[in-house]
Every structure is written in C-alpha cells, then in structure tokens.
C-alpha cells in the first residue's frame, strides 16, 4: 500500500500523532524547566562557594603573620556577579583568577665612605635592616635630621645600583654631637646610639601609644618625661635591678627600673682565641653582684646585699653591645679578642622579669670590628627578609647563613628583633602594599 492509502485506511493514526507530539513536547518543556532550575541551583551554589572561599582569602590576608609577603594572594579579575555564568567550570574560582601581590623584594646600596666613616656607614645598614620596610622613620617630618636620615634609608634599600653619598647625614650627624664632625675614626656603637638620640628628638611627641601598658608606671612616667616616639617603640627597653636587706629583720626589697636602647654585656674572661656564647655574656650580665656596706633605708644599717638585673620591658629591637674594648689594671686600653658564638633566634625568657612565651628574636644585623685598639674596619652583615648581605663601605655581596654564625673575633653589635613583631611589621607591610 501507499502511504496515502494507509492514511485513509486508518482513522486513528492522525490523533496518535498528535498525542504523541503533545507529550514530546510537554517533555521537552519539562527537561528545559529541570534543566533551569539545576543551572539555578548550580549557579546559586558556586556564587556561595565563591562568597565563602573569598571571605577564607580575606581572612588570611587580615592575619597573614608568618607567611613570606610574596605568598599572599588578592581576589582580581572577577566577572561582574550581574553577568550570567555559562557553566560552572567558568564560575569556580581558580588560580588564572588570582593576582599576586609582591612587596619589591629589597636589595641594598653600598654608602661611599667620606673619610675615615665605615663607623657611620655599618651603623647606618644595621638600621637600614631593622626598618627593613620603612615604617618606623618618615621622610614626610619637618625635622632636618629625621627627614634626611629617613631620605637615606630610602635610597638605601633601593638596589641594586651604585653605592649613596651619606654628606648630609654625616654633616647633621656632625651638628648633633661634635664627636663625629670630624673625619676621624669613631665608634660604630656610640655613632648608632647618637643618630637615634636625635632621631627621638625630631620624631617624640607627648601622646603615648595606645599599645602601652598603663599599669607599668615607671615606664609611663620615662615616657611623660622623655617623650614617646617610634624610636621608643621600636628601639627602647626597661631594666630592672633588685637588692634586697640582708638583715633577718629588715628584708627591705628596693626595685629600681631604668630604659636601655643597648645591652652592654661583658665577655667573660678567657685567653684570648678562646670561643665563648652568647647566652654566656648574658648569664654574666644577669648573675648576682654581692655589694657590701649598703646603706639600706629601711633599717639605716650597713648591710651586705646582692643585686641582680633582669630585663622587665623587652625592647622590640633588641642591641647587644659587647664590650670588646677594656681597661687594664694598669689603665691601658686594649681590644677583647674573644670570639663569641651567637645564634640566628634568640631565647631571651631565662633573662627577663615576666614569664611569658614570646621572647624569641630574630637576628637581622651585625656590626663587626677588625683590627685593634689603635684602628681597624667596621663592616656589617644585614638581613633582608630571608637573604642576607655582607657589606663593608661601597661592597655589597650575598652571603649564606653559616658565614654570618662564622666567628672571628670581630663580632661588636648584634641587632636582634622580636619574630612577634617583625611579623607584625611585614603585615602592615603587606596592607600597605595592596591599599
């Protein structure tokens, strides 16, 4: 037959059709609604995802304490949420989508040395170091000195490139104390000491900082009296000393605090190319002095006493001064040629008044002494995040770990910072970079 004619034979077959069409079709608007609803849903549930993973990468960079700056990652490049999402591979975030922001990593100059100034120069990129990111001197001050000395340490640490002039520095260093006006060789110790005096005397102000203990009243009375500044913040500590009565009936205890930028720490006493540590000059500067004949107060007798110090107020930047350069019994002056082994992290606890678990510190710098009593070199070794560099003058080399532990001698300052608050700093530091 043909198919007319089985057409015409078949009187059901035009309504199968169509019911059949019918279903088709309702089935088709059926699969395209679930269809709908599932991209709805799917869409839905990444927007919640992306919102949640978001807030996660928020979180991290708000706290982001420990990790390297390089590490830490913003949200960029994201479709507007008015826009449809296609499918959901587009939707989820993913590493194409994240943009890394950088903190230029930081490579030191060299300072040119002006006759007789590697004294100032390694005192300068020992500082240099400790304000690794320049948040503690502001070349906005009004100040000559702070705004000169904050303009230095910019160039500083914008290597590689040629070694800085340090002229104005060391003229306004010169203005400050006439030791250093001239071109004769100095101390390294007492030059860093003068530029943060002066420092301090440019940046104080009479607020003191919201972070300070206001049970501590010492402190606050140092502060209302000396001023409050970053310097203060960054570089100062308290000690402490105690003496106690040793009549049965009196006992009188007498605590008497004083701030310290440096901690002069003696070496005990060896034959010289004899090797002590560190934690041996500071169980030395803590031990107990015995003094006989004081006069206590309390009871008016003179009584023997033993006095020890501690540290109570842990600076932030911890300055160990070691006390290379000596007098003779026969008042002739001579250089301590003891080597001292010192660690990259410093434990301070067993050496301060208050137990508490975060007195641990980083080493950042160290001024080294060559030569004797009559004239010699300074140079210093400096870390930059995680490198560190060995610099003398106009030279600046990367050098590794073991050769910034490796003793001669000539070890003279260690500049220590607390991992608490460098981590604290890197933070700002961070925020600062993607504001």
């Keep these: 037959n043909t198919p007319k004619e089985t057409a015409s034979n078949d009187s059901n077959t035009p309504i199968e059709l169509k019911e059949t069409a019918s279903l088709t079709s309702k089935k088709a608007i059926d699969g395209d609604r679930r269809r709908h609803e599932k991209a709805t849903t799917a869409n839905h549930n990444t927007k919640s995802r992306f919102s949640n993973s978001q807030a996660g990468k928020n979180a991290d960079i708000c706290n982001h304490d ?35 922001v950088e903190v230029k990593p930081v490579i030191p100059r060299g300072l ?35 705004h000169t000395l904050a303009i230095l340490l910019q160039q500083m640490k914008s290597g590689p490139g040629k070694a800085v002039q340090p002229d104005d520095i060391k003229e306004e260093i010169g203005k400050h104390s ?12 007492e030059c860093l000491t003068a530029i943060l005096e002066k420092s301090h005397d440019d940046m104080k102000c009479s607020n003191i900082s919201n972070d300070t203990d206001m049970t501590e009243q010492s402190w606050n009375t140092y502060l209302l009296s000396y001023g409050f500044s970053k310097v203060v913040e960054w570089f100062q500590g308290e000690i402490q000393s105690t003496m106690q009565c040793s009549n049965k009936d009196c006992e009188h205890e007498i ?13 005990p006493s060896h034959s010289q190319n004899k090797r002590v540590r ?12 015995c003094i006989s004949d004081w006069p206590c107060p309390n009871c008016k007798q003179k009584v023997d006493v033993k006095r020890c110090v501690k540290v109570k107020k842990p600076p932030n930047t911890l300055m160990i001064y070691l006390k290379r350069f000596s007098y003779n019994c026969y008042g002739q002056r001579y250089k301590v040629n003891t080597c001292v082994d010192f660690p990259l992290m410093l434990n301070l606890s067993a050496y301060v008044c208050c137990k508490q ?21 300074y140079t210093a070794k400096c ?40 981590s604290q700093v890197r933070a700002d530091a961070h925020h600062s970079a993607i504001s």
């Design 66 to 100: 420990n990790g390297s700056l390089a590490e830490a990652y913003i949200r960029g490049g994201l479709r507007s949420q008015s826009n449809t999402l296609e499918t959901n591979k587009q939707a989820e975030p993913s590493r194409e989508n994240l943009k890394m």
């Design 112 to 146: 040119i040395n002006v006759g007789n100034t590697c004294y100032m120069n390694s005192a300068l990129q020992c500082l240099s170091c400790a304000d690794e990111y320049g948040l503690c001197f502001n070349p906005d001050s009004t100040r000559c000195f702070a």
């Design 178 to 189: 006439s030791l250093f006006s001239g071109f004769s060789q100095q101390d390294s110790q």
């Design 255 to 267: 605590h008497k605090n004083d701030p310290f930028m440096f901690l002069p720490v003696s070496i």
């Design 278 to 289: 560190l934690h041996n000059c500071l169980d030395a500067y803590v031990a107990v002095e």
């Design 357 to 377: 678990p975060d007195h641990f510190y980083d080493l950042i710098g160290v001024i080294n002494h060559y030569g004797s009593i009559n004239g010699g070199h």
């Design 383 to 422: 870390r930059y995040e995680k490198r560190w560099f060995d610099i003398s003058d106009e030279s600046v080399d990367c050098c590794k770990n073991e050769r910034i532990t490796t003793v001669s001698g000539s070890e003279y300052v260690l500049v220590y910072q607390r991992v608490q608050f460098r």
